[in-house]
C-alpha cells in the first residue's frame, strides 16, 4: 500500500499586530469581552499591499526547508483560501510560480475554516492513488480584508496569516484518514454574500455576516460527532489521541471538542490567543506551532479538525 506522510511544516504571521486594546479604540467592545468569549488577545494584520500570496509564500520555503526538499521535489500544490489574490489565476499558480515549481497540477480549494483539511485530503488520495508523490498543501488568508472593522460581533474575532506542509509518499500511514462534511442549507448563518456571479450589491455585503451563537453551536455539535466518526473509522479509543490540533476559531469551542476526548488542555494545541481565527491557515499554523517548539514529536498520534462557512467541516487522523 501507498501512504502520505507530513515530511514538514511551515508558518508565517505578517508583522503588524492588532491587539484587543487597539479594538477597543475602534469599536465598543473590551479586552475582558473578547479574551472571556473567544480567548483571542491579539491578531496579525497583512500590510497594505500584502497578499495572501505574500504569506502563503513565507510559510511554504518553511515547510520546505523542515522537509529538507527543494521545489523541484513539488509535484502538486494546492492551497486552501477564501482570500484568494485574484479571481484568476488561482493562489496556487501564483504561489507556483513564485517558489519556481513547474508543470504539476496547482489548484485552490475553498472550504473557507476547513480549506486545509480539504486540500490535505485530496493531496493524500493524489499521493496514494501515484498520482503525485510529494505535495505542498497550504492554508492562506487574509481575512482582515474581508472583516467589517465597525461592526464588534466580527471584527475581534479574525486574523491574517499561513499554513503549508510538504507531505510525501510513504510506506506507513502518515495521514491515517480523513473525514470531510458539509452542509450547504446553513449558508445563510455564516458568509460573505458578494461574489462574481451576484456581484458587489449594497454595502457591507463584501464583509463576513455571522449569526454568532448559532454558529458556535452547530460547531460544537458537529466536531463532537466527528471525534466519533474519526475514532470510530480507526478503532481507536479516546487515549489513543495524543495531541488536538483543533481549528482556532473560540476556546469554548476547541475546550468542548477537548472534553468529548477527555483530553486534558496540555495536550491541545491553542493559537487562538495570538493569532485570533486565521480561518484555512489556522489548523496548519497551529500545527507548525507545536512542531516547532517541540511539542508535538514524531511517531505521535494528531487528531486535527476544523468548521467553518458552507457549513463545512472535516478532521485528519494523522501519525506525525
Ligand atoms: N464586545 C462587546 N460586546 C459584544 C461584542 C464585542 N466585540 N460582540 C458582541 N457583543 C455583545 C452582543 O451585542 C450581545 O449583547 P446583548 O446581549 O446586549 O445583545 C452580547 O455581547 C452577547 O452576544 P452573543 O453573540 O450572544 O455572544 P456569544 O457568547 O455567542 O459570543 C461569539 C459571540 C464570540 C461570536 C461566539 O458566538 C462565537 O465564537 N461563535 C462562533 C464563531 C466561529 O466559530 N466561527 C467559525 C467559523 S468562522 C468561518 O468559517 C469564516
Not at 167 to 193: C, F, K
Not at 242 to 264: E, F, M, Y
Request: charged residues 25%.
Amino acid at each position: 500500500m501507498r501512504y502520505s506522510r507530513i515530511a514538514g511544516t511551515g508558518g508565517y504571521l505578517p508583522e503588524r499586530v492588532l491587539t484587543n486594546a487597539d479594538l477597543a479604540r475602534m469599536v465598543d467592545t473590551t479586552d475582558e469581552w473578547i479574551v472571556d468569549r473567544t480567548g483571542v488577545r491579539k491578531r496579525h494584520i497583512a500590510a497594505e499591499g500584502e497578499t495572501t500570496c505574500d504569506l502563503a509564500e513565507h510559510a511554504s520555503r518553511r515547510a520546505l526547508e523542515a522537509a529538507g526538499v527543494g521545489p523541484g521535489d513539488i509535484d502538486l500544490v494546492v492551497v486552501g483560501t477564501a482570500t484568494p489574490d485574484m479571481i484568476f489565476p488561482s493562489t496556487a499558480c501564483l504561489l507556483q510560480e513564485r517558489l519556481d515549481i513547474h508543470d504539476g497540477p496547482a489548484f485552490d480549494l475553498q472550504a473557507v475554516c476547513t480549506g486545509f483539511l480539504y486540500a490535505l485530503d485530496i493531496a493524500d488520495k493524489f499521493i496514494r492513488t501515484g498520482s503525485a508523490d510529494r505535495a505542498l498543501v497550504v492554508g492562506a488568508e487574509t481575512f482582515s480584508r474581508i472583516v467589517d472593522w465597525t461592526d464588534r460581533s466580527t471584527c475581534v474575532l479574525f486574523g491574517d496569516g499561513a499554513g503549508a506542509v510538504v507531505i510525501e509518499a510513504a510506506e506507513v500511514p502518515g495521514i491515517v484518514s480523513t473525514h470531510l462534511h458539509a452542509d450547504g442549507r446553513y449558508q445563510s448563518l455564516l458568509n460573505v454574500p458578494s461574489g462574481v456571479s451576484r456581484r458587489c450589491d449594497g454595502a457591507g455585503s463584501g464583509y463576513i455576516q455571522m449569526a454568532g451563537s448559532e454558529v458556535f453551536r452547530a460547531a460544537v455539535k458537529a466536531l463532537d460527532r466527528i471525534v466519533d466518526e474519526t475514532l470510530a473509522a480507526n478503532r481507536l479509543a479516546k487515549t489513543d489521541i495524543d495531541w488536538l490540533v483543533p481549528h482556532q476559531a473560540n476556546t469554548r469551542i476547541i475546550a468542548a471538542t477537548a472534553k468529548k476526548l477527555d483530553l486534558p488542555m496540555s495536550r491541545v494545541v491553542l493559537t487562538v490567543e495570538d493569532h485570533a481565527n486565521t480561518s484555512a491557515a489556522s489548523v496548519p499554523l497551529a500545527l507548525d506551532c507545536a512542531v516547532r517548539d517541540g511539542r508535538i514529536r514524531r511517531g505521535e498520534l494528531l487528531l486535527l479538525e476544523a468548521f467553518g462557512g458552507g457549513f463545512t467541516w472535516g478532521s485528519a487522523l494523522v501519525r506525525y
